[in-house]
Structure formats: structure tokens, C-alpha cells
């Protein structure tokens, strides 16, 4: 099975499970796919933005059946989660929403609005709406960066004998200057003698 077969038979599932362990760079990675014709862009959108939302949801359960007892202890979790709880506190929902976008956030969110006790009609709208924005917003990263290197190469085959050329230039001073035996303290008096 080559590549391009595998990346079609399993692609939205491979976006599911990469979802759970590193959504961003997994909805970046699928949208440049869905770029390239090997992916649908909604359906990529939907696939995560389910699979973070059960996610969340999940951490929030957890969190409300075993409350406090996640924020007792010294060890680094605890006090991150104790930090999490205040901004819970004031700000709630905004919080929630915004934690989408934070690294290293998302799931301290989900387990201090659980152990704080939000409310869960709150928690699932906010968590929803909030997994669906970052699925857009990471989707066009990846589907934007898929036509920039669309735009790259497009350019690179316009200009390949100029590059080449700077390529071969760059090659032949470097070849040129090894030989001789400088280094970089000498291109510096070099430039300073200008």
C-alpha cells in the first residue's frame, strides 16, 4: 500500500487519533493533505473538532466525580490545575474558549471547569463552539500554508536556473574560501575593510 493509499483509507482516522495526542500540528498537517486532494477540508474540521469536544467532555466528567482531589499535592500538575482554577474562577467560559488556542491549556481548561464545578450545559456549549473555531482557524493554517508552498514551488521552477546559478556561485566561493584556510573572522575584517 503506498502512501497516498494509506493517507485515503485511514486519513480521517489518523486525524482522530492525532487529534487526542497533538491537534494542532495534527489539523495543520491534514488540512495541507487537504490541500494537496488527499482529504476533504470539512470533514477534516469535523473529525477533530468531535474528537477534542469528546475529549474535553471526558476530562470535565472526570473532573467533577473526582474534584478536589486532582488539585492536593505538590507535584507540578497539581499546582498548574490550582493556577487554571483561579482563571476559571473569574473568567469561566472566556477561559474555556481560549484555551483552545493556548498550548499546554486545553486540558488543564476542560479538568478546572470540571473540579470547579461550571455548569454542564455551560461547559458543552462553550467547549463545542470553542472546538469548532479552533478546527477553522488550524485547518486554514494548514490549508493557507499548503497554497504558499503551492505559490514556492510554482516560483522556484520560474527562477530554477537563477537559483541554480546562486547555488553554484555560493558553492564555488565556499569551495574558494575552505581552500585558502579562512574562517569567519576573516570575512569579518573583510567587511569592515569596506
Not at 467560559?93 to 499546554?104: I, Y
Not at 463545542?128 to 504558499?148: F, N, P
Amino acid at each position: 500500500m503506498t502512501i497516498d493509499q494509506l493517507v485515503q483509507a485511514y486519513g480521517y482516522w489518523m486525524v482522530m487519533a492525532g487529534t487526542v495526542f497533538e491537534g494542532d500540528a495534527t489539523v495543520i498537517s491534514a488540512a495541507f493533505l487537504a490541500h494537496r486532494g488527499y482529504l476533504h477540508l470539512g470533514w477534516i474540521c469535523t473529525v477533530a473538532s468531535v474528537t477534542t469536544t469528546l475529549q474535553n467532555q471526558l476530562l470535565y466528567q472526570l473532573a467533577r466525580k473526582r474534584g478536589p482531589a486532582l488539585m492536593t499535592g505538590t507535584d507540578r500538575k497539581a499546582e498548574h490545575l490550582r493556577n487554571v482554577m483561579g482563571w476559571v474562577q473569574r473568567r469561566g467560559a472566556l477561559f474555556l474558549f481560549a484555551s483552545r488556542f493556548l498550548v499546554g491549556f486545553r486540558t488543564a481548561a476542560a479538568l478546572a471547569c470540571g473540579v470547579a464545578d461550571m455548569p454542564r450545559a455551560t461547559f458543552f456549549w462553550t467547549n463545542l463552539t470553542g472546538a469548532i473555531a479552533w478546527s477553522i482557524v488550524m485547518a486554514a493554517i494548514g490549508w493557507s500554508g499548503g497554497h504558499l508552498f503551492r505559490t514556492l514551488v510554482d516560483d522556484v521552477k520560474r527562477h530554477e536556473w537563477t537559483a541554480a546559478g546562486v547555488l553554484v556561485l555560493v558553492v564555488f566561493l565556499l569551495v574558494l574560501w575552505r581552500s585558502r584556510g579562512w574562517d569567519w573572522r576573516d570575512l569579518l575584517t573583510l567587511f569592515r575593510s569596506h
